[in-house]
């Protein structure tokens, strides 16, 4: 009885070992999952962290230069040159995993928006969130499923 005991205290240890090691692998994995979904809901679809657009193009003249070069017109998407999708992206600082805009320009660019259109824009939303929540999980578990499997 105490030898498997002790057999099952040294693989929960392993498997808590294996899982230490690979967190922060999984941390990333789940930041950029957390990215990608932002950015095609502020990119693409033109959300706000609310899900309401961000907002509708007014300017005439911002509308026929974004015609011209072929962008649409129908809803803000803050892509103009790409440097603000290019530059929001997930990184890691030490142990920690940040989704963060590099560079202070375009961080700028970000929360001016947000502050003259009066809405959070670079938040997760709810639905985010918990996306990025269940992934992680799916991840831990696949650990704990992979170092049970090689014990």
């Given at each position: 009885?105490?030898?498997?005991?002790?057999?099952?205290?040294?693989?929960?240890?392993?498997?808590?070992?294996?899982?230490?090691?690979?967190?922060?692998?999984?941390?990333?994995?789940?930041?950029?999952?957390?990215?990608?979904?932002?950015?095609?809901?502020?990119?693409?679809?033109?959300?706000?962290?609310?899900?309401?657009?961000?907002?509708k193009y007014k300017?005439?003249?911002?509308?026929?230069?974004?015609?011209?070069?072929?962008?649409?017109?129908?809803?803000?998407?803050?892509?103009?040159?790409?440097?603000?999708?290019?530059?929001?992206?997930?990184?890691?600082?030490?142990?920690?995993?940040?989704?963060?805009?590099?560079?202070?320009?375009?961080?700028?660019?970000?929360?001016?928006?947000?502050?003259?259109?009066?809405?959070?824009?670079?938040?997760?939303?709810?639905?985010?969130?918990?996306?990025?929540?269940?992934?992680?999980?799916?991840?831990?578990?696949?650990?704990?499923?992979?170092?049970?499997?090689?014990?």
């Open positions: 009885m105490a030898n498997d005991l002790n057999d099952i205290r040294r693989r929960i240890a392993s498997v808590a070992d294996r899982i230490k090691q690979r967190e922060p692998d999984l941390l990333l994995l789940a930041g950029k999952r957390l990215e990608g979904l932002m950015k095609k809901r502020i990119f693409n679809n033109g959300k706000a962290t609310d899900e309401s657009l961000i907002g300017s005439k003249s911002w509308i026929k230069k974004r015609s011209l070069s072929g962008r649409q017109v129908n809803k803000v998407d803050l892509q103009d040159e790409g440097n603000l999708i290019r530059n929001f992206r997930t990184v890691r600082d030490g142990q920690e995993v940040v989704l963060a805009i590099v560079t202070d320009e375009d961080a700028a660019k970000a929360f001016g928006n947000e502050k003259r259109r009066k809405k959070k824009i670079f938040l997760p939303t709810f639905e985010e969130e918990k996306q990025v929540e269940e992934y992680f999980e799916d991840l831990l578990s696949d650990e704990v499923e992979q170092a049970f499997l090689n014990l």
